[in-house]
Nanobody
Framework: QLQLVESGGGLVQPGGSLRLSCAAS????????ISWFRQAPGKEREGVSC????????NYADSVKGRFTISRDNAKNTVYLQMNSLKPEDTAVYYC??????????WGQGTQVTVSS
């Protein structure tokens, strides 16, 4: 079964940090670009960051630039999202998505991130 599983979410105070993981099972991530999305209650899902299959190219939403870092370890079949200086507006369910130029797309089930004092 081809599956992506996110982990690492939780409750953190403003200014704190979390590292999200997106682990693949049943397939290798080597050939796929990965994006992180998030969806807050009552809002549309929005793109946060993405990384190319070889890790050579990354992009970030303006709202997270300078605070979030995406990386991948293809040997561990895992992509990470390091989130620093978290703000209450970062509160959302975070999803990872594996995709390629052939139209393949696979979503994880999401992990909740709550930033609150």
């Amino acid at each position: 079964q081809l599956q992506l599983v996110e982990s690492g979410g939780g409750l953190v105070q403003p200014g704190g940090s979390l590292r999200l993981s997106c682990a693949a099972s049943g397939f290798t991530l080597d050939y796929y670009a990965i994006s992180w999305f998030r969806q807050a209650p009552g809002k549309e899902r929005e793109g946060v960051s993405c990384i190319s299959s070889n890790g050579g190219s990354t992009n970030y939403a303006d709202s997270v630039k300078g605070r979030f870092t995406i990386s991948r370890d293809n040997a561990k079949n895992t992509v990470y999202l390091q989130m620093n200086s978290l703000k209450p507006e970062d509160t959302a369910v975070y999803y990872c998505n594996a995709y390629n130029d052939n139209g393949y797309s696979n979503w994880g089930q999401g992990t909740q991130v709550t930033v609150s004092s």
